[in-house]
C-alpha cells in the first residue's frame, strides 16, 4: 500500500514537470511562419507540424502615404507608413515574433512578395540571424518542406525593382493629376500604366470612326458530283480572285454559262497541328475570357483561390516552364486515360523577354486530380487549367489538307477547294486553343475526286462582301496587346484594365450594329438573278469604348506628355525594372533621371493658357443667332454650348444624350439638344414636357418630375411613351405610403428595400416585426419613435434625391 502511495506522488509531479515544460514551449513558440494571405496560412499550416505557426500579414503593412507625395526628392527614398487599419495587425505581429525562435518569411515569390517581407523584416524589427526567407511556387506539401530545407535571403534587388515602380508610379500620379484637375476637370487622375493603356483604346477607336469600307464580291460555286457509292456529292468551292464592282461579277458569271469545269489538280499533304504551351497569366485571362466569359480581374481572383487552397502553381508568371515532376506526372495520366500513343514529353522556352515572375508555368499541382472541391467558378477555371497543362504533353494531331483546283475553260482563275481530314486527334481530344477571330475553325472534309473530272455545276454565287474595320478589344485582347508591347507585367495586367474602367475613361459595352444591304448574284440552270440580302454589322458585345473623358484626357497628355503616353517609353521603362532586379542598375538612379526631365514640365504646363478649354471643339455657328456652337467637358459631363463667355449674354447649354460623343456629334444633332424643353400635350389638365437637366433628361408633369431612362430619346419620345411613365411612377409612389395621419403631416407609414417603417422629421424609424404597418395609430407610431429615440438607437436620416430639374 506505502508503495502504491510513493508511485501515485512520483506520477503526479512528474506530470505536472510535464505541464509545465508544455507551458514554456507554447510561450515560447519555436517557427513562426507569415505569409500574406489567410486562405494560404490556412493552407500551409496543415503541412506544418506543432512547431509551426503560421499567420498572415494580410498583403503589405507598409505603402506610401495616401494624401502625401511621400518621396524624397533629393534621395528619391519613399517615405513609408504603416497604416492605421494595420496598426493592430503589426502590433499582434511583434508580439509573436518575440515568442519565436525563428522566423520565416513566405510571401509570394515576386516582387511584391519580397517587398512584402522586407517591410515585415524592417517594421517587425527582425535580423538576419532570427531570419530566413522561403519560396515556393505551389502550395504543397513537398514544396513547402524543399522551401524549408533551401532557405534563402531577402532578394533586396527584387525589393529595389519593387520600390522603383512604385516611385515612379507616384511621381507619375500625383504630379500629374494636379495638372488634369486645373486643365481638364477636377477629380480625375493619371498613370503611367493606365494612361498608354486609354492611348491603345483611343487610338483603335478613332481607326474605327476613320474607316471607310469598301465593297467586292466574292465568288463561290457548289458542283456536284458522283461518288463511288452511287450517291451525289456536293464539292464547295470558292474563286481565287474578287471582282471590285458588280459589272465583273455579273459578267463573269455570264461567261460561265458556257464553260466547263475540269479537276485540274488534287494534292493531298500530310499536316501536323502542336498544341499550345502550358498558361502563362496572360495567356490564362485570355483563354478564360474567351472560354468561360471571366472578365480578368474575375481569372484573376479565382486563381488566386486556386492558389492558396493549394491546387494551382503561382498564378502571376510569364514562364511556359513545367518542372521534371509534372512532366512526369502527365505521362502517368495521359497513358492511363487515353493510351501511350497519346503521351509525347515537351519542354517549352519563355519567349518574353524579361520573364521574371516565377520560374514554373501556371499548372494543376497534383495532375492526378482530374477535378476538385469548389465553387463552379473554382472547378470551370481548374478545368481549364488542367486540360491546357495535359494538352502540352500529347501528341501532335495529324492531319490530312486536301486541296482541289478546277480549271475554268475560258478564264485564267480557277476554283479551289481545301478540306481537312484528322488521322490521329492527339492532344484535340482534350483541348483546343481558342481565338479573338470568329472565323477560324476546320475544313471541311473533301468527298472523293480525281484530276481530270468533268464537274457539273449546281450553282455559281456572287455574294457582295465589305470590309470590315479592327475590333474593338476585349479585356483578353487588351491584354494579349500589352503583352505583345511590353507594357506592364503579370501582376498589372488585371489592376491596369479595372483601374481605367473605375475612373471611367473607359467602358465596357455593346454595340447593337446597323443593318445593311448587299446583292446576291446567282447562276443556275443557266439563268442569272438578283437578290437583295440584308445583314446586321458592326455590334459587338462587352468590348472597352473610350468616354468623352477619357479621350480629352488623352489627348491632353499626349500633346503635353508625349514621353509618357510613348509605348516604347514604357515597354523601356519595364526592362529597366527587370535590370534593377538582376542588379545591374542602381533603382535611385534611374529615378533620378527621370524626375530632372519631368519635374520641371509640371508648372510650366500649369501656367499655359490657350483660347479654348481643353477638349473643347468648334463645330460650327448657329443660324439663328450666328453665335459659335461648341462642345467640351463640362462638370457634369459632355456639354454642347451656343455663344461664349465673353458675350454679353450668357451661353445657353445642353446635355449631350446616350451615345453622343464629343468626336462624332454633328452641329445638327448639337442644335437639336436645344430644342428642349418640348411640350407633348396636357395630361389632367396639366402640362407634360419633355426637359434636359443636369443629371440627364426628365418629363415634368404640373410639379412633378419624372426622370426618362436611357432607352428614350427626349427628342423623339411621344407623348403616350411619356404618360406610361407617369402612370408607372404615380403607381410606384402609392404603393410606397402605407398609412398618413392628418392631425400629423410630417409622420407617414412607407415602404422601403428593406420593410416598412416611420418617417417622420426627416428621419426614418423601424417597425417591430410584431406590428401590422396598416393597423397602426397615430399613437403607436409616436409611441415607436419615442421608444427607438430613448433607447439611444440612433434614427437613419432620411436620404434625398437629386431633382432631375
Not at 130 to 159: C, G, M, S, W, Y
Request: hydrophobic share 35%.
Amino acid at each position: 500500500m506505502f508503495f502504491f502511495i510513493f508511485l501515485v506522488s512520483i506520477y503526479g509531479k512528474l506530470f505536472y514537470f510535464c505541464g509545465k515544460i508544455e507551458m514554456c514551449f507554447s510561450a515560447m513558440q519555436k517557427n513562426l511562419v507569415i505569409v500574406e494571405s489567410p486562405a494560404k496560412a490556412k493552407t500551409i499550416e496543415k503541412f506544418l507540424g506543432k512547431e509551426y505557426k503560421v499567420l498572415s500579414s494580410y498583403g503589405h503593412i507598409c505603402d506610401l502615404k495616401k494624401k502625401e507625395f511621400s518621396i524624397n526628392t533629393e534621395t528619391f527614398e519613399p517615405l513609408y507608413e504603416i497604416p492605421a487599419e494595420k496598426e493592430k495587425l503589426v502590433n499582434s505581429l511583434r508580439s509573436e515574433v518575440k515568442k519565436a525562435e525563428m522566423v520565416w518569411l513566405a510571401s509570394d515569390e515576386d516582387r511584391e512578395g519580397e517587398a512584402i517581407s522586407w517591410h515585415l523584416f524592417t517594421e517587425l524589427g527582425l535580423t538576419p540571424e532570427k531570419t530566413k526567407r522561403i519560396v515556393f511556387h505551389e502550395i504543397t506539401k513537398n514544396a513547402i518542406q524543399a522551401a524549408i530545407e533551401n532557405p534563402r535571403e531577402i532578394d533586396i534587388n527584387l525589393v529595389y525593382a519593387q520600390q522603383a515602380r512604385r516611385v515612379l508610379d507616384r511621381i507619375v500620379g500625383f504630379k500629374l493629376s494636379p495638372v488634369l484637375w486645373r486643365k481638364v476637370k477636377p477629380a480625375l487622375s493619371a498613370g503611367r500604366v493606365q494612361s498608354v493603356t486609354v492611348r491603345l483604346i483611343v487610338e483603335r477607336e478613332r481607326e474605327i470612326n476613320k474607316f471607310v469600307s469598301e465593297s467586292g464580291y466574292r465568288v463561290t460555286a457548289q458542283f456536284e458530283l458522283q461518288g463511288e457509292d452511287g450517291e451525289n456529292n456536293v464539292l464547295n468551292t470558292e474563286l481565287s480572285k474578287r471582282f471590285k464592282t458588280k459589272e465583273e461579277a455579273e459578267a463573269f458569271l455570264a461567261t460561265c454559262k458556257e464553260s466547263t469545269f475540269t479537276i485540274e489538280d488534287v494534292s493531298t499533304k500530310p499536316l501536323k497541328k502542336s498544341p499550345a504551351a502550358p498558361f502563362t497569366t496572360s495567356t490564362l485571362q485570355q483563354e478564360a475570357a474567351r472560354k468561360l466569359g471571366f472578365t480578368v480581374s474575375q481569372t484573376m481572383m479565382v486563381a488566386q483561390r486556386l492558389y492558396e487552397s493549394g491546387y494551382i502553381t503561382y498564378m502571376r508568371t510569364d514562364s511556359v516552364n513545367l518542372s521534371s515532376l509534372c512532366i512526369g506526372s502527365c505521362k502517368e495520366v495521359i497513358t492511363e486515360m487515353y493510351g501511350k500513343e497519346y503521351h509525347k514529353s515537351r519542354n517549352y522556352a519563355t519567349r518574353t523577354k524579361g520573364a521574371q515572375e516565377a520560374h514554373e508555368a501556371i499548372r494543376p499541382t497534383y495532375m492526378s486530380n482530374v477535378t476538385i472541391d469548389g465553387t463552379v467558378p473554382e472547378k470551370r477555371l481548374y478545368e481549364l487549367i488542367w486540360k491546357r497543362t495535359c494538352a502540352s504533353q500529347m501528341a501532335d494531331a495529324q492531319v490530312e489538307k486536301t486541296t482541289v483546283n478546277i480549271s475554268i475553260s475560258g478564264h485564267a482563275e480557277t476554283f479551289v477547294a481545301t478540306g481537312e481530314v484528322t488521322v490521329f486527334d492527339g492532344f484535340i481530344k482534350v483541348y483546343r486553343e481558342s481565338s479573338d477571330d470568329e472565323n477560324t475553325g476546320d475544313l471541311p472534309a473533301i468527298p472523293a475526286v480525281h484530276k481530270g473530272d468533268v464537274l457539273t455545276t449546281k450553282e455559281i454565287v456572287a455574294t457582295e462582301r465589305f470590309t470590315q474595320h479592327q475590333p474593338r478589344y476585349t479585356e483578353a485582347s487588351l491584354v494579349r496587346k500589352l503583352e505583345e508591347l511590353g507594357i506592364g507585367r503579370p501582376s498589372t495586367y488585371a489592376p491596369t484594365i479595372s483601374t481605367i474602367q473605375q475612373r471611367g475613361y473607359v467602358e465596357k459595352g455593346n454595340k447593337t450594329g446597323e443593318t445593311r444591304k448587299y446583292n446576291i448574284i446567282t447562276l443556275k440552270n443557266g439563268k442569272i438573278t438578283t437578290k437583295e440580302g440584308k445583314e446586321t454589322v458592326g455590334a459587338e458585345k462587352a468590348k472597352l469604348m473610350p468616354t468623352d473623358i477619357g479621350i480629352v484626357v488623352n489627348d491632353f497628355l499626349f500633346e503635353y506628355f508625349p514621353e509618357i503616353m510613348d509605348y516604347n517609353f514604357t515597354a523601356t521603362v519595364e526592362k529597366e525594372f527587370d535590370e534593377i532586379a538582376d542588379g545591374k542598375r542602381h533603382w535611385a538612379e534611374h529615378i533620378s533621371v527621370f524626375y530632372k526631365e519631368f519635374e520641371p514640365k509640371i508648372e510650366d504646363i500649369i501656367q499655359t493658357k490657350k483660347e479654348h478649354k481643353v477638349g473643347e471643339r468648334v463645330l460650327g455657328n448657329d443660324p439663328a443667332t450666328g453665335k459659335p456652337v461648341s462642345v467640351k467637358i463640362g462638370r457634369f459631363g459632355p456639354i454642347v454650348q451656343i455663344g461664349s463667355a465673353s458675350d454679353e449674354e450668357k451661353p445657353r447649354f445642353a446635355q449631350m444624350n446616350p451615345g453622343q460623343t464629343l468626336e462624332t456629334i454633328t452641329l445638327e444633332e448639337a442644335l437639336g439638344l436645344f430644342s428642349l424643353p418640348r411640350t407633348l400635350g396636357e395630361l389632367d389638365g396639366k402640362p407634360v414636357t419633355i426637359g434636359a437637366g443636369r443629371f440627364g433628361a426628365y418629363i415634368k408633369y404640373g410639379d412633378a418630375y419624372v426622370s426618362l431612362p436611357k432607352t428614350h430619346d427626349p427628342l423623339t419620345v411621344t407623348f403616350e411613351e411619356a404618360t406610361e411613365l407617369i402612370d408607372a411612377k404615380k403607381k410606384s409612389e402609392a404603393e410606397k405610403v402605407i398609412k398618413t395621419f392628418d392631425e400629423e403631416p410630417e409622420l407617414q407609414v412607407l415602404n422601403g428595400r428593406f420593410g416598412p417603417y416611420i418617417a417622420y422629421k426627416g428621419c426614418n424609424y423601424k417597425l417591430p416585426k410584431t406590428v401590422t404597418p396598416a393597423e397602426l395609430s397615430l399613437e403607436e407610431c409616436l409611441d415607436i419613435v419615442k421608444k427607438q429615440q430613448e433607447g439611444g438607437k440612433a434614427p437613419a436620416k432620411k436620404r434625398y434625391t437629386k431633382k432631375s430639374k
